[in-house]
């Protein structure tokens, strides 16, 4: 009985560690569509803002796959 309620823990604390995922890709859709706000007023800097969108782009992702690579340990540890 106790085995049973550690598993339905670890499956609730997976799905929770999950939402990570939901905010990573929201942060995405903002980096890029302030990337297309920025490059709409002064396409002349289009390098130098297409270097911060990246930049921008790999954090937040960061952060997702820290989520995910949470919840993989919790489910399989």
Same mark, same amino acid.
């Given at each position: 009985?106790?085995?049973?309620?550690?598993? !339905?823990?670890?499956?609730?604390?997976? #799905?929770?560690?999950?939402?990570?995922?939901? !905010?990573? !890709?929201? !942060?995405? #859709?903002?980096?890029?569509? *302030?990337?297309?706000?920025?490059?709409?007023?002064?396409?002349?800097?289009?390098?130098?803002?297409?270097?911060?969108?990246?930049?921008?782009?790999?954090?937040?992702? *960061?952060?997702?796959?820290?989520?995910?690579?949470?919840?993989?340990?919790?489910?399989?540890?």
């Amino acid at each position: 009985m106790n085995d049973i309620r550690v598993q !339905g823990f670890k499956l609730i604390g997976a #799905g929770m560690a999950t939402i990570a995922l939901a !905010g990573a !890709g929201t !942060g995405v #859709g903002i980096v890029f569509g *302030a990337f297309l706000c920025a490059y709409a007023r002064n396409p002349y800097l289009r390098d130098n803002l297409f270097r911060y969108a990246i930049l921008g782009f790999a954090l937040t992702e *960061a952060v997702g796959l820290l989520g995910l690579m949470k919840a993989f340990v919790i489910l399989f540890k």
